[in-house]
């Protein structure tokens, strides 16, 4: 199995910027996908970004598009959330989630190991 830790959540102002980091550890010398997702408060978990294993696909959910970009360094094991243009509607916990596989995922149910969440707040 694959364990995940969020870092690098905070305050930030709109039109900020803020990144997130996911270090994974375990099971990393095999293929392992890599996605972020969002809960606000009241409000149902949605997909943020996912990265395939080679990092050469990438998945943005419309609302973060052109603004957020995930990467990741294999060698670190580690997967990085820039997130740019910062909006208060980004306002949530974010969650680091992963799954064995070469092949991104949008869908949180098709993710196994999750991190403990980070929160990130943006100041009007």
């Known amino acids: 199995q694959v364990h995940v830790v969020e870092s690098g959540g905070g305050l930030g102002q709109a039109g900020g910027s803020l990144r997130l980091s996911c270090a994974a550890s375990g099971r990393t010398f095999s293929p392992y996908v890599v996605g972020w997702f969002r809960q606000a408060p009241g409000k149902e978990r949605e997909f943020v970004t996912a990265?395939?294993?080679?990092?050469?696909?990438?998945h943005y959910a419309d609302s973060v598009k052109g603004r957020f970009t995930i990467s990741r360094d294999n060698a670190k094991n580690t997967v990085y959330l820039q997130m740019n243009s910062l909006k208060p509607e980004d306002t949530a916990v974010y969650y680091c989630?992963?799954?064995?596989?070469?092949?991104?995922?949008?869908?949180?149910?098709?993710?196994?190991?999750w991190g403990q969440g980070t929160q990130v707040t943006v100041s009007s």
């Open positions: 989630a992963a799954r064995m596989g070469r092949i991104a995922r949008i869908s949180w149910n098709e993710y196994d190991y």
């Open positions: 990265i395939s294993w080679s990092g050469d696909t990438t």
